[in-house]
């Protein structure tokens, strides 16, 4: 079975404030069996334009990502994010 993906591109607004949603993300991501490939390491953009911050999580499926996202804990938690930060948010099946 393919794994799951989620990819986050984000601009910060309030670095502060999005620490706690970093933090709770480390309890939730590994409940639906997630962990994070790279997330807002150092990286530069070589062709086209993007955010700031880059996150890559693996799940063991397509599923799996969605069940993540759609968790009610992750969208209490994500309220955090958004109010912190600007972005772009894709669930893709990896091959």
Do not use: W
Not at 30 to 54: A, N, V
Not at 60 to 76: I, M, R, V, W
Request: glycine share 10%; no cysteine.
């Amino acid at each position: 079975m393919p794994k799951g993906y989620i990819i986050g591109h984000v601009d910060l607004h309030d670095a502060e404030s999005y620490q706690p949603y970093s933090a709770r993300n480390d309890e939730l991501v590994p409940r639906h069996g997630g962990k994070f490939l790279t997330r807002g390491g150092t990286s530069r953009i070589l062709e086209g334009t993007s955010h700031d911050r880059h996150v890559i999580i693996e799940f063991p499926s397509y599923a799996d990502a969605l069940a993540f996202y759609n968790d009610p804990d992750y969208q209490e938690n994500m309220k955090i994010r958004q109010a912190a930060s600007e972005g772009t948010i894709i669930v893709l099946e990896g091959v």
